[in-house]
């Protein structure tokens, strides 16, 4: 996860707005890997199913948003044609080493997660545009007599290809895994079956000799894994859903560098904390750093409030003068004391030389608070006040 820009898999597109959010509040940009770059095509694609789940219902909403958020460029869609990655040797053996593992394809059952997924024939299926299939791994859907059984139906220039689950899960994480690579950007996903089959992946070409490529292909799932786990608990889905899309671009402009901060400072502790020859075992390690950074979070919030306690009481006293105030010193305190306190002490017209004072010694204490956690914890105590 070394870069700050995102490309999401295994899928086309995320479902909602709910997911959008999490990705916005972590990553300066979200790039789909989607033949389809029409939004108004991809929108009628998504209502073409809701027959089947009422649940592809909620990507209406995202398709209202998608062409600003393009245009805001924290949004991006890359066809899958115009990268060499797709047809890489690399990308179609990792697809078919994934479909020649018993176990593997047994695991890819979207059922065990409660997964949104179309139905072919009575059985979970996978809608694919031919542009994002790999030709040696078409080729070997053809003439391989232990894999043709995952063909289900072929597609055409403007139809999906049907394919089993378990191959489209296959095709959705090499292929996307191999964009990443291509395109420098960190691999993301909010489907926990499609994270759990990945370091199935991993763990599959674990050997004695680890190579540095491996070690961080770990450190980076169980990073991305952390960091929305953390951001689950900070900020759960309904206040989330009470978040707008404005009210979140806003944000992120405000804590772009801290958020920065925050994705290294994870990336950091996973490196040192997770065995990259046990990715299998990565959940225990990502519950053990995520409530690490939770007690942080709370320690730091706990002090942070402890030093407003200790320095209200000044400012009280200084709002009680009858000295008159003037209006710098009013917005120095603002820029420094948030919500209910900037509408106390605007309205109570600071003296100036005891506002000054007052919020100096806040200014000091609070800077000994912030300098003495990690910046992760910073960027937590932030998103907290979203909440």
């Known amino acids: 996860m070394g870069s700050c820009d995102a490309l999401y898999y295994p899928f086309s597109r995320c479902i909602g707005n709910r997911v959008l ?5 972590l990553f300066d940009s979200i790039t789909f890997l989607d033949p389809v770059d029409d939004d108004d095509w991809r ?3 998504f209502e073409g199913v809701e027959h089947q789940d009422a649940k592809y ?26 990268l060499r990655s797709r047809e890489h040797e690399i990308t179609v053996a990792a697809t078919l080493s994934d479909l020649s593992d018993p176990s593997w394809v047994n695991e890819a059952n979207p059922l065990s997660y409660a997964l949104l997924t179309q139905w072919f024939d009575g059985q979970p299926s996978w809608n694919v545009f031919r542009p994002k299939l790999p030709n040696g791994v ?9 894999l043709c059984h995952h063909l289900l139906a072929e597609g055409g220039d403007e139809y999906a290809w049907q394919l089993s689950y378990a191959a489209g899960s296959s095709i959705g994480i090499n292929v996307h895994l191999a964009a990443a690579e291509e395109l420098s950007l960190a691999p993301v996903t909010d489907s926990r079956l499609h994270h759990h089959l990945m370091l199935r992946k991993l763990q599959r070409g674990v050997s004695s000799d680890m190579t540095p490529a491996r070690v961080d292909q770990v450190a980076d799932a169980v990073a991305t894994r952390t960091v929305f786990k953390v951001l689950e608990a900070i900020l759960p889905p309904p206040s989330l859903d009470a978040l707008s899309l404005e009210d979140i671009l806003h944000f992120r402009r405000a804590t772009q560098s801290v958020r920065r901060d925050f994705l290294a400072d994870v990336r950091r502790t996973v490196s040192a904390e997770s065995d990259p020859a046990h990715p299998v075992q990565a959940e225990k390690v990502v519950n053990r750093i995520t409530q690490d950074l939770m007690n942080r979070a709370r320690r730091y919030g706990a002090e942070l409030q402890g030093a407003r306690a200790r320095l209200w009481p ?4 200084v709002a009680r003068s009858p000295t008159t105030a003037g209006g710098t010193a009013a917005a120095l305190a603002a820029s420094y004391i948030t919500g209910s306190g ?3 002490l605007t309205s ?11 919020v100096t010694e806040w200014k000091t204490e609070e800077d000994s608070v912030r300098n003495s956690h990690a910046t992760s914890v910073a960027y937590l105590s932030q ?3 979203l909440a």
């Open 21 to 25: 959010k999490q990705y916005l509040l």
């Open 43 to 45: 929108g009628k694609l």
């Open 57 to 82: 219902a909620a990507y209406r909403d995202l398709a209202d948003a998608m062409p600003w958020l393009r245009r805001e460029g924290v949004i991006k869609v890359r066809s899958p044609e115009e």
């Open 138 to 146: 078409v080729k070997a859907l053809y003439e391989d007599p232990k």
């Open 314 to 317: 000044k400012l009280i006293d």
């Open 342 to 344: 900037y509408v106390l």
């Open 348 to 358: 109570a017209l600071l003296p100036t030389l005891g506002a000054l004072k007052a």
């Open 383 to 385: 998103l907290s006040s």
